[in-house]
Nanobody
């Protein structure tokens, strides 16, 4: 099972990026999809998740700036990132959880720098 991530890149502080992650259509009954990140020298941390019923959870550091959303028909999850800060620089990883399944994407690099 492979997740297809896209949308990372270099952006100036205060800018925006949108990440997307598509799971195969063969995955049914997805319970939750979300995003995690690992900054240089730090452990992986939760950024945002969204469940099948639309419930969301955010890290305190991104509340009010990031928005996670999901398109059920395409098994796709998005992360809209606004007001980006240098501290948001990290590899961002998509995660999909379904019955008997916990899948990670390959990661996409987000660099916030002037």
């Amino acid at each position: 099972v492979q997740l297809v991530e896209s949308g990372g890149g270099l952006v100036q502080p205060g800018g925006s990026l949108r990440l997307s992650c598509a799971a195969p259509g063969s995955i049914f009954s997805i319970n939750a999809m979300g995003w995690y990140r690992r900054a240089p020298g730090k452990e992986r941390e939760l950024v945002a998740t969204i469940t099948s019923d639309g419930s969301t959870n955010y890290a305190d550091s991104v509340k009010g700036r990031f928005t996670v959303s999901r398109e059920h028909a395409k098994n796709t999850v998005y992360l809209q990132m606004n007001s980006l800060k240098p501290g948001d620089t990290a590899h961002y990883y998509c995660n999909v959880q379904a019955p008997y399944l916990d899948v990670w994407g390959q990661g996409t690099l987000v660099t916030v720098s002037s």
